[in-house]
């Protein structure tokens, strides 16, 4: 498995914009539709990850457990379609009924809105804070596909924690690693 880190926005960043499809419902879902009242999460994953398979079920679990303190999450897939089939919208939507997405997942066809993000690998996470400004991004927690760590979304839940409690993010914040997006040829 090919190791790719997290390019790691620059903190205060305000979040890009961007309106994609969601394939489960076949309408564009905008950054505006998304906003929490505490803050909200913008992920990049994908269907193929192995990094991401490892990780779904916590995300799920993250979502549905901050979803009610006022956080929002959106996921979004940016992988070249026409190279990786298994990542089609039409694929996507089996994924979100797989993991019961409490969440969008949109479809970035372009690759416009990850270059905006800067986002490098699958997964890759935002943070940002009611004013939309990047308060944390890297990775879920430790845990790895077959490096024994159990995944329990310990940093990004501490983060999710931070903002809920007024507290300052940790000056510590580790880049996600997983697969690289799969840019299009350009």
Not at 23 to 29: D, G, Q
Not at 129 to 157: C, E, H, M, T
Not at 164 to 184: A, E, H, L, T, Y
Request: hydrophobic letters at 35%.
């Amino acid at each position: 498995m090919a190791r790719t880190q997290s390019n790691m926005l620059p903190l205060g960043t305000i979040a890009p914009f961007f309106s994609l499809l969601n394939p489960l419902t076949n309408k564009y879902v905008s950054l505006t539709d998304c906003v929490g009242e505490r803050g909200t999460v913008v992920m990049f994953i994908c269907n193929h990850c192995p990094f991401v398979k490892h990780i779904n079920d916590e995300i799920v679990r993250i979502a549905n457990d901050y979803r009610v303190l006022g956080f929002s999450f959106v996921a979004i897939s940016s992988n070249d379609v026409e190279k990786y089939p298994e990542d089609s919208p039409w694929l996507m939507r089996d994924t979100s009924h797989k993991y019961n997405f409490p969440f969008p997942y949109l479809y970035d066809e372009s690759q416009e809105i990850a270059k905006a993000y800067d986002a490098a690998c699958t997964p890759d996470f935002y943070l940002f804070d009611s004013a939309l400004k990047l308060v944390y991004r890297g990775q879920l927690d430790d845990s790895r596909p077959g490096n024994g760590i159990p995944v329990n979304g310990r940093d990004f839940r501490e983060a999710l924690d931070n903002i809920f409690n007024n507290r300052k993010q940790s000056d510590v914040q580790k880049p996600s690693i997983g697969c690289g997006i799969k840019w299009k040829n350009l």
